[in-house]
């Protein structure tokens, strides 16, 4: 990575930068992901709480992790435990959500729950990290690049963009893990990261009347 980590890095996460004042999401991420870890629950953070991690600061308001589909409820017992209340409805006689939103605090942590890939993979080799004075198992950023695949949100394609174009990041190992799990996503890849590389022109100004 281009990017070192730097105190600044850590203050967008836990500071708002309109007001200047301290959100009180590393407090309640330290919760969740010590929870998590006690639990020995599998498991990765992702979203902006990883780039930060991983060298690309963004302001955020939550923390997010992925879990998959069989961890899901341990997960959600192992947060609640620690404190932490499920806003989405919890019901263990059927199949997870997609995704649970949990507060604790004024704080939020998004639990997303994957079925398979390219989660399970992230899941799998995410690697060790400090994010809000802990370790924990943070996405690469070559996996970052693929969850972020699967999103046309404008915050999600700008994170991608980043990450192309600020980073070391291996394009040519998400290529090749795209042939072999999801190779019709490969031309949506290369399109993004010619984007990236080449933002298209804006469009003209209107002529002064």
Do not use: C, W
């Amino acid at each position: 990575m281009k990017k070192p980590i730097s105190a600044l890095d850590i203050d967008l996460l836990e500071t708002n930068p309109v007001t200047g004042r301290r959100t009180g999401l590393a407090e309640q991420a330290r919760r969740a992901l010590r929870a998590l870890k006690a639990a020995k629950i599998p498991h990765a953070v992702i979203g902006a709480a990883a780039l930060a991690a991983r060298g690309l600061p963004r302001m955020t308001k939550d923390l997010d992790v992925v879990v998959m589909t069989s961890d899901a409820f341990a997960a959600l017992d192992a947060l609640r435990n620690a404190g932490f209340r499920s806003v989405t409805p919890v019901r263990q006689s059927e199949d997870p959500e997609p995704m649970y939103v949990l507060v604790h605090q004024g704080s939020e942590v998004d639990l997303l729950v994957a079925a398979g890939e390219p989660e399970s993979t992230v899941v799998a080799e995410a690697t060790p990290a400090r994010i809000f004075g802990v370790s924990a198992p943070i996405a690469t950023l070559e996996h970052l690049l693929l969850m972020y695949l699967y999103s046309n949100e404008p915050r999600h394609l700008g994170d991608f963009a980043r990450i192309v174009t600020e980073t070391d990041a291996d394009l040519d190992a998400v290529v090749r893990f795209l042939k072999s799990v999801h190779p019709e996503m490969l031309p949506v890849f290369r399109q993004r990261v010619r984007n990236a590389k080449q933002p298209p022109p804006p469009p003209p100004r209107p002529k002064p009347r």
